[in-house]
């Protein structure tokens, strides 16, 4: 074999060998497993036509460790059950506490912390829930500053017994633009200047992915910055509130991946509203937000 022959085959060799051994690290890591902190949660409330100890039944075997939005007389069930409820929702009173009234205006204040008073006690008692949600309210004629001020001066009044009980307080973004018509607490930012102003680590947001995809987009670059803000998300497709999948505009394996890459540990909650066979829908999701 003369010195040209030899090279092209000891090439050859060479490029086989990489190959080969490229080919083993893809599958080997192909093969490590999820490796994602976050846990999966779902909102039962997309789901309602499924009685609650049924559903609990059906989303184990999906792989599922949480259903939340609950009420606190429901928290038990999903006990039973064995499964965390990873946001718990008081009951308003008179209307105050929901989402177009609550921490927006000061004279619902005294009527939110009694809410929130015999709330937060319970979500301890129960051992498994974790957060309890809140909400900003509506505008009503307010700017975004007044509203801003407002909500501070509010939620700082149900921060000690949170902080008592260890008990994560976390307001929801939600579009204005679609679903919650003059909703305040509509944009990352204003929910991140809130977040700082109350100053507690029991305080925190819920990043709605379908509603601030509506909002202001570019959701990975947003909740990447702002992580240390957030305590829990959802999910939805775009438009349509309905599946995850490849008929919406969101790449939800991509945003899993980013979620996953900031090293976030909480939980994931699947809150659309299924069109096709629901429990078929929501495995499908948990699979696509696996990574």
């Known amino acids: 074999m003369n010195r040209r022959k030899s090279l092209a085959t000891l090439s050859s060799g060479t490029a086989a060998l990489f190959t080969a051994l490229g080919s083993q690290i893809k599958a080997a890591e192909e093969g490590a497993g999820p490796t994602s902190k976050f846990k999966h949660s779902v909102c039962h409330w997309c789901f309602g036509k499924i009685p609650l100890d049924q559903f609990c039944v059906e989303v184990k075997k999906i792989g599922i460790e949480s259903i939340e939005i609950l009420f606190p007389d429901q928290w038990a069930t999903v006990a039973k059950h064995g499964l965390t409820c990873a946001m718990g929702r008081p009951k308003p009173i008179k209307g105050i506490g929901g989402i177009g009234t609550a921490f927006e205006k000061k004279e619902n204040h005294d009527t939110l912390v009694k809410i929130y008073e015999e709330t937060i006690p319970l979500a301890a008692k ?3 829930v974790p957060q309890v949600i809140a909400f900003s309210g509506n505008r009503n004629g307010l700017t975004d500053e007044e509203g ?72 990975i670059a947003t909740f990447t910055k702002h992580i240390d803000a957030i305590s829990h998300f959802h999910t939805a497709g775009v438009p349509g509130r309905n599946e995850i999948g490849d008929n919406q505009e969101l790449n939800y394996r991509g945003i899993s991946k980013a979620l996953a890459a900031t090293g976030y540990s909480g939980f994931l909650g699947q809150e659309f509203q299924p069109k096709l066979d629901p429990l078929t829908s929501l495995k499908e999701a948990v699979e696509i937000c696996t990574v």
């Open 126 to 128: 129960a051992g498994n």
């Open 148 to 219: 801003l001020k407002n909500c501070i001066e509010g939620v700082k009044r149900i921060m000690p017994i949170a902080e008592k009980h260890n008990i994560t307080i976390s307001m929801e973004l939600l579009n204005s633009k679609v679903n919650h018509k003059d909703y305040l607490c509509d944009r990352t930012q204003w929910g991140v200047d809130l977040v700082n102003a109350v100053g507690s680590d029991r305080f925190k947001l819920l990043y709605d992915i379908y509603h601030m995809q509506i909002m202001e987009g570019d959701c």
